[in-house]
């Protein structure tokens, strides 16, 4: 009889784990949950679930049990898996902020009347234009507003949350990449017998969004010091040409749209005269790329120095600062001005999750015809494979680029 029961325990073990997804397996299932969204304007959440104390029982039998609360109440397109940054992951398609909550409260009062102690944290992903956001000062408990969420409701509908008390830190941080939202503390505070003040994560997805490899910061702190160093004679140079040509600064800075849609100040030499910006209105009819960005072969705007600038690339030199201080990469997508970027497409955006860089693949074809859209894929499957041999080799293949004057395209 034993033997049946402790047979019966490995079995409902292993039926448990093997629902759970593994660590990279559930960032992986985010990622495609995102990419979905971007593309058909849809929204996801994820909630984080993490044992803040083990008691008595072992972590893998807790965890078993919290595995076992959750299947009981998710949903069958829900997915559940453990987290590379720790705790167990619940994603929640077609799920806003408002439904998140219900089904954190669920998990909660099932925890408690269990013996279990779990802190969670929520984050909020909407792939709108104008993305779903939290207001600090409201509850967003509108039925109207989340009439997909009734299985989640239906799960708790036995349940007073306001009756079952627990320890929860509860936080939201969209995964957008356009503003932070603070934690909604004026509601947990009714539900919770310890509220918290926690700070929230930047606005992007620690889940989701790889982390900048070490490998590549120690190549743009190398590669930006020796290039700053063999480029100041050449920058003095261009310096005392541009002010001998034309009227104006040596320097032109402009906002560009840096990694996760953060505004950096970007500086070239400046190739254009004073007034670029404001007569660039007047230009716009005759643009020659497709899509938001900007691009005339013969810009009347460019000096005479200017244009040997632009066809020999030194005029990016400067931006060499932009590397040296963690703005830029020396190798990753082209930062768009800002106006620029507000205009591409949902799905284009995704390129912001990695720093912009000096060159990328881009910049180094031999096709000056790629449209927009084509030049934003072969930025994703950068973002998506970069390695340090493949960054070297761009390296090569932009220096390559400059000489044969196939840079500025």
């Not at 409902?12 to 397996?25: I, M, Q, Y």
């Not at 009062?109 to 969670?120: E, F, I, M, Q």
């Not at 941080?173 to 918290?196: E, F, G, Y």
């Not at 970007?266 to 938001?292: C, F, H, I, S």
Request: hydrophobic share 40%.
């Amino acid at each position: 009889m034993a033997d049946s029961k402790t047979t019966s325990k490995m079995e409902v073990r292993t039926k448990v784990s093997s629902l759970l997804h593994s660590p990279g397996a559930m960032e992986l299932l985010l990622c495609k949950e995102r990419m979905r969204c971007d593309r058909y304007c849809l929204h996801f959440s994820l909630i984080v679930v993490e044992l803040t104390q083990t008691g008595t029982a072992s972590k893998a039998s807790q965890i078993n049990l919290l595995a076992k609360i959750l299947h009981k109440r998710l949903r069958l397109t829900d997915e559940i898996g453990f987290l590379l940054k720790g705790g167990l992951g619940v994603m929640l398609p077609m799920t806003e902020l408002h439904g998140a909550k219900v089904v954190q409260n669920s998990i909660l009062v099932a925890a408690t009347r269990n013996g279990l102690s779990l802190d969670t944290q929520i984050f909020s992903y909407s792939g709108f234009e104008k993305p779903y956001l939290a207001d600090e000062n409201s509850d967003n408990t509108s039925d109207s507003e989340f009439e997909f969420d009734e299985e989640h409701r239906s799960s708790v509908q036995d349940t007073s949350v306001e009756s079952e008390p627990f320890s929860t830190r509860g936080s939201l941080a969209p995964l957008t990449m356009k503003r932070i939202v603070r934690a909604d503390n004026v509601s947990q505070s009714r539900i919770s017998a310890v509220s918290k003040q926690v700070s929230v994560d930047t606005a992007h997805s620690v889940h989701i969004c790889p982390r900048y490899p070490g490998w590549k910061r120690c190549m743009d702190l190398l590669g930006a010091s020796i290039g700053l160093m063999l480029a100041l004679p050449v920058i003095l140079l261009a310096a005392i040409a541009i002010k001998l040509t034309s009227k104006g600064p040596v320097f032109f800075r402009q906002m560009r749209s840096g990694q996760f849609g953060s505004a950096f100040p970007m500086y070239k030499l400046r190739t254009m005269v004073v007034d670029a910006e404001q007569l660039k209105e007047n230009l716009e009819v005759l643009n020659e790329r497709d899509g938001p960005a900007f691009k005339l072969e013969n810009d009347p705007r460019v000096t005479r120095i200017g244009g040997l600038l632009r066809k020999t690339g030194l005029d990016e030199l400067p931006q060499l600062w932009n590397v040296l201080i963690g703005q830029m990469a020396l190798v990753g997508p082209r930062p768009l001005p800002c106006d620029e970027a507000a205009k591409c497409e949902w799905w284009q955006r995704r390129r912001l999750d990695t720093k912009p860089g000096l060159t990328c693949t881009w910049q180094i074809s031999k096709s000056s015809k790629i449209s927009f859209s084509e030049w934003m894929r072969l930025d994703l499957n950068y973002a998506d494979n970069r390695t340090i041999i493949g960054d070297f080799v761009l390296i090569l293949k932009t220096a390559k680029a400059v000489f044969l004057g196939r840079v500025g395209h």
